[in-house]
Nanobody, 118 residues
């Protein structure tokens, strides 16, 4: 089993910054990508950014140039630095960890609320 603990959400004004963190523990031998998804009310959960063990990243078009995902493999922790936040970034942000052994298995954090006021 894998446990994920998120931290860093909150309330910020438009143009502000927040940093999210997610620490993973448990059986992580097959850990592959770590990343962040978000879900706003009435919307589907969507990928924000993820990062492989080797440091390759993928970003949603809507956050490119504003958000940065990083990872500390020694600590099994992934971070999301969010700058120039916009009201449309308001959502619950979920940490995701994918393990790949025989098949891919996703684990999710409990979610942390990010609210950006205009």
């Amino acid at each position: 089993q894998v446990q994920l603990v998120e931290a860093g959400g909150g309330f910020v004004q438009s143009g502000g910054s927040l940093r999210l963190s997610c620490s993973a523990s448990g059986n992580l031998l097959a850990i592959n990508t770590m990343g962040w998804y978000r879900q706003a009310p009435g919307n589907q959960r969507e990928l924000v950014a993820d990062i492989t063990r080797g440091g390759s990243t993928v970003y949603a078009d809507s956050v490119k140039g504003r958000f940065t995902v990083t990872r500390d493999n020694a600590k099994n922790t992934v971070y999301l630095q969010m700058n120039s936040l916009k009201p449309e970034d308001t959502a619950v942000y979920y940490c995701n960890v994918r393990l790949i052994h025989i098949k891919a298995v996703d684990y999710w954090g409990q979610g942390t609320q990010v609210t950006v006021s205009s």
